[in-house]
């Protein structure tokens, strides 16, 4: 998926004045979801993920991204939905948090919405509500958090 459009802005707004950021929407387990832009790295078409035993419920498993293990996070399951299928048409987020690079499976990528500065949890559109995800909470989901 070509998100270059989107990539291509970098959010010069989240400077100290306080201006709106950018966050990159998407759908899963029928939610909409954001993350911070300037966090995606890129998207990419779904792969054959590798389970790992004894991992958090919410990750899926890992995929190697050239040469690095990378966790993939079904959001939906953190949000305490049931545990489901994900397809070849799934897209999958290679975010970079804190701590490490992880992949979010994503059903579609809705696009870019600017949010004002110190909004969390969820922000309310006139389209509808968007839960965003903070990227410390994506580190802690894989245990690398702490």
Not at 66 to 81: F, Q, S, T, W, Y
Not at 112 to 135: M, R
Not at 138 to 146: D, K
């Given at each position: ?9 970098r ?6 004045s ?15 979801l ?23 419920d ?20 953190r ?17 970079r ?9 994503a ?10 500065a110190?909004v ?9 509500l968007?839960?965003?995800?903070e ?12």
């Amino acid at each position: 998926m070509d998100l270059g459009p989107h990539l291509g802005r970098r959010d010069v707004s989240g400077s100290p004045s306080g201006g709106p950021r950018d966050y990159l929407a998407f759908m899963t387990s029928g939610r909409r979801l954001a993350i911070e832009l300037d966090a995606v790295d890129r998207a990419v078409a779904m792969v054959a993920i590798t389970p790992l035993p004894a991992a958090p419920d919410v990750v899926l498993g890992a995929i190697d991204v050239a040469g690095d293990v990378v966790p993939v996070l079904d959001l939906g399951r953190r949000l305490g939905l049931p545990q489901r299928s994900f397809g070849a048409d799934t897209v999958l987020l290679l975010v970079r948090t804190p701590a490490r690079t992880v992949g979010i499976a994503a059903d579609e990528v809705l696009g870019v919405h600017s949010i004002p500065a110190g909004v969390t949890g969820v922000a309310a559109l006139e389209d509808g509500l968007l839960v965003i995800e903070e990227l410390d909470m994506l580190a802690e989901a894989t245990g690398a958090g702490s």
